[in-house]
């Protein structure tokens, strides 16, 4: 006689497929990331900030990237660095506090970067077409929640108390 093994309840079953499809997502995105580094000639952690200085509003001090990236100053003092001597940030005097030091993304730099993701946007937006309005609205709200977790995530990690 064979013994069944019980059923997993249709929850469980959903959050154990969720765990292992999430696990893949991830690894895919920092696959893409480094390829996409690789394409621009970039540190992955590199491409990442200059992505991020281009959503900011202006120019930010180093303090702020080590904010945006969750690096030491030091560290993001050594990326501004890397970014300054491949092209791609520039810095400055702030003119209202000549002590601060502004990085801002090159324009041109920028431009270039945007065209890369306008050419492979449309495949991504393309994923989205099956969805409707409540769908979208319901997958940015998990991407701000997934963005929030994953910054406090990091904050474990990196001041060891995991």
Not at 3 to 23: G, I, Y
Not at 52 to 80: C, D, H, K, N
């Amino acid at each position: 006689m064979t013994q069944k093994t019980p059923a997993v309840p249709d929850r469980q079953r959903r959050m154990d497929e969720l765990a292992e499809v999430s696990r893949r997502h991830m690894a895919a995105y920092v696959m893409f990331n480094q390829a996409l580094a690789d394409y621009l000639r970039l540190h992955p952690t590199d491409l990442q900030c200059f992505n991020l200085l281009g959503l900011e509003p202006g120019p930010v001090t180093t303090g702020r990237i080590a904010e945006l990236t969750g690096l030491t100053t030091g560290s993001a003092t050594r990326l501004v660095d890397r970014l300054e001597r491949a092209g791609y940030v520039t810095r400055e005097r702030d003119t209202k506090d000549r002590r601060r030091v502004l990085v801002a993304p090159v324009p041109e730099r920028m431009m270039v970067f945007g065209e890369i993701w306008r050419r492979l946007d449309g495949d991504w937006f393309a994923l989205f077409e099956a969805y409707g309005a409540e769908d979208i609205d319901l997958i940015t709200s998990h991407m701000r929640r997934a963005v929030e977790l994953s910054t406090a995530q990091i904050e474990r990690l990196r001041s060891g108390t995991l």
